[in-house]
């Protein structure tokens, strides 16, 4: 099981991603570049108030217990490596060393932008991108199959970092057990269907359908911010908004994000058999938010062009409320930055 792990990590390492400890990673994300470059912001700026060149992007768990098609990662299955996620490592980590390392590596990552920071602005964005503020865990893999996530969460926000934390929902247990939960929990919601969720998704556990139904229906009793993420590929699961308002209604959340599927890194595997028309364009996205916020109720409310992506609010009260406050982010712990 080491060396099937160790060889899938020597392939990860190629495409950028730094290990911290046995089985966590982080990687740059092409938003957090552009920030540290005075260029263009991710949608999360815009929606939630999230500094780019400020957020780590991250995983507690590389493996994952489905293929989706639209995924930019690796699919450990399509390169001839089949493991147990659920059983890849036999200790896991302690969350306070997996925030200390994922701290350290996003410094390390970040600290070639100092030499091209040749504006004010830029070099302050380069000091600020060392003191992190906010980590997506959702760069790869699934999150809730690291046992400690509450404790992970908690060492986040003692150290005043927002956490935004991306499920498929296949394990609800896990969901359930979050103690503290994230400052915003993510959902992923693949099709409006059962059919479609099999072909979009491709589960290597049983009943992950009913699991995520589940999942979906104990969204409206957790104290966080909710949200579904939606990727739409032409073809495939931009289909039946019907299937889709119904789910929407059933989780309750407060923000839909209703964006479009990007044909790159191994989505473009042959095997996937997707291709650059399947990529929908924009208009095409809004039209789909338009017909899901006239179907439950909710309030189209942001967009961002540049990444094909539409926000929905479920009232008035989430549309107002959507940039996060950072000062109600607990902060016990300083992190500090050498000066070089």
Known sequence: MTDILDALKEKMKGQGYHFVGKHSAVKICEYTANGLRGGTLCYKYSFYGIKSWQCVQATPAIGCNLSCRFCWRIIPDELGINWNELNAVDKWDDPEGIVDGMITEQRRIVSGFKGAADTDTKMRRWQEANQPRHVALSLTGEPTFYPKLGKLLEAFHTRGISTFLVSNGTLPEAIARLDPPPTQLYISLQA???????KTTRPKVPNAWERF????????????RTVLRMTLIKGLNMRNPDGYAEL??????NYVEVKG???VGSSREEQRHLSLDSMPNHDEIREFANALAEKTGYIVTAEHRVSRIVLLSRDQASKDGRIIDFSKIDKRETVTVESA
């Open 192 to 198: 409006p269907d059962e059919e479609t969720y099999m």
């Open 213 to 224: 139904r589940k999942s979906l229906s104990m969204l409206k009793t957790l104290d966080t």
């Open 248 to 253: 929407i209604k059933l989780a309750g959340v």
């Open 261 to 263: 599927f990007s044909f």
